[in-house]
Nanobody, 125 residues
Framework: VQLQASGGGLVQAGGPLRLSCAAS????????VGWFRQAPGSEREFVATIRWSGLIMYVDYSDSVKGRFTISGDSAKRTVYLQMNSLKSEDTAVYYC?????????????????WGKGTQVTVSS
């Protein structure tokens, strides 16, 4: 599956931003789709994942974004969103969406086979 992330930009601290991840090809049914981010000089880190098992949807968040970010998606439309609220300067990073057909509950970047190009998010204080 090919992924395209969009929606990044410059936002003031405390403001919102919504990222989108659109996929070409098959639906996300049984996939896990994740958002990761990477700041300069840092390793790529887990932000959130969403996965589907039949009609049941599961989400997972890193502690650093829980309560501020919301991941959602439409499996049939092959689109996943990351709504980011109450943004902080430490959220500044390149954000990547990734997907894997095995649909496992995971936070490890190495478990994701498909990656989109990143989108830059810059939070000014």
């Amino acid at each position: 599956v090919q992924l395209q992330a969009s929606g990044g930009g410059l936002v003031q601290a405390g403001g919102p931003l919504r990222l989108s991840c659109a996929a070409s090809g098959r639906t996300f049914n049984s996939y896990v789709v994740g958002w990761f981010r990477q700041a300069p000089g840092s390793e790529r880190e887990f932000v959130a994942t969403i996965r589907w098992s039949g009609l049941i949807m599961y989400v997972d968040y890193s502690d650093s974004v829980k309560g501020r970010f919301t991941i959602s998606g439409d499996s049939a439309k092959r689109t996943v969103y990351l709504q980011m609220n109450s943004l902080k300067s430490e959220d500044t990073a390149v954000y990547y969406c990734a997907a894997d057909s095995r649909g496992r509950r995971t936070r490890a970047p190495s478990d994701f086979a498909s990656w989109g190009k990143g989108t830059q998010v810059t939070v000014s204080s």
